[in-house]
């Protein structure tokens, strides 16, 4: 079993950055790669990014790609989301998730694909 702690959400301006952290707890072998889903009121989950833990191979959502990037830290054993130029369409829940994924390419934006997920961490916007 694998448990995921979330940090770093907070209220933010457009343009801003944010960056969460996730903490990962368990057994490595459930795992081969960790990512991030968000979920805005009334929205279906949506997958943000993922990376292959431990190769690092990295998969963004066309919305975030130049703006945010993943990081894994095997040795602190957590994986991070660096966000930038952030605007109010990147407000919601976001989710860190953790998962044995065959053809990530293919299969890692789909939220059933992941066994893990945290409690999650708000991401907000102010004016």
């Known amino acids: 079993q694998v448990f995921l702690v979330e940090y770093g959400g907070d209220s933010v301006q457009t343009g801003g950055s944010l960056r969460l952290s996730c903490k990962v707890q368990?057994?490595?072998?459930?795992?081969?790669?960790l990512g991030w889903f968000r979920q805005t009121s009334g929205k279906e989950r949506e997958g943000v990014a993922a990376?292959?833990?431990?190769?690092?191979?990295?998969y963004y959502a066309d919305s975030v790609k130049g703006r945010f990037t993943v990081y894994l830290d095997n040795t602190k054993h957590t994986v991070d989301l660096q966000m930038d130029y952030l605007n109010p369409e990147d407000s919601g829940m976001y989710y860190c998730v953790a998962g044995r994924i065959d053809y990530p390419w293919e299969r890692w934006m789909n939220p059933g694909r992941w066994r893990s997920w945290g409690q999650g961490t708000q991401v907000s916007f102010s004016s």
């Open positions: 990376i292959g833990a431990p190769s690092g191979a990295e």
């Open positions: 368990g057994d490595p072998w459930n795992y081969n790669y």
